[in-house]
């Protein structure tokens, strides 16, 4: 599946933060050479109607409006920054993002379905 980051491209100085994090997840996806998408929400109406949908309701901030970065496997929902960075931090990104390890990452597939016990 390929991933999707959607992404506010239009980030002013309050959303420093977003932008920060948005640079974080893409960086990340690229020097692992995971294939993914930008996903513009802030010029592309049909995009954040579709974002705004497809996060489950548990996941939504109280406003019900979630933040970019979202990051989806297809219309698989993976989750927002603070769990990609957890997913990071605890090396478990592959599992986080639906995708098998690539064969020279460290992660067995063994260790992967024993570490959710």
């Known amino acids: 599946g390929v991933i999707y980051v ?4 239009t ?3 309050p959303l420093e933060q977003i932008r920060k994090k948005q640079q974080e997840v893409v ?3 690229e020097a692992n050479k995971i294939d993914f998408k930008e996903l513009d929400i802030a ?3 049909d995009n954040r109607k579709w ?3 497809n996060v489950p309701g548990e ?3 109280q406003n019900g409006i979630p933040l970019p970065p979202q ?3 297809e219309e698989q929902y993976c989750g927002d920054f603070d ?3 957890s997913a990071k931090e605890e090396n478990i990104i592959y599992s986080f993002l639906g995708l098998a390890p690539p064969p020279s990452s460290k992660v067995s597939l063994h260790t992967l379905s024993s570490c959710r016990l």
């Open 11 to 13: 980030a002013f100085s």
């Open 6 to 9: 959607f992404l506010s491209v």
């Open 43 to 45: 010029g592309d109406e």
């Open 71 to 73: 990051i989806f496997n």
């Open 83 to 85: 769990s990609f960075f």
């Open 27 to 29: 960086g990340f996806l």
């Open 59 to 61: 996941k939504k901030p």
């Open 51 to 53: 974002m705004r949908e």
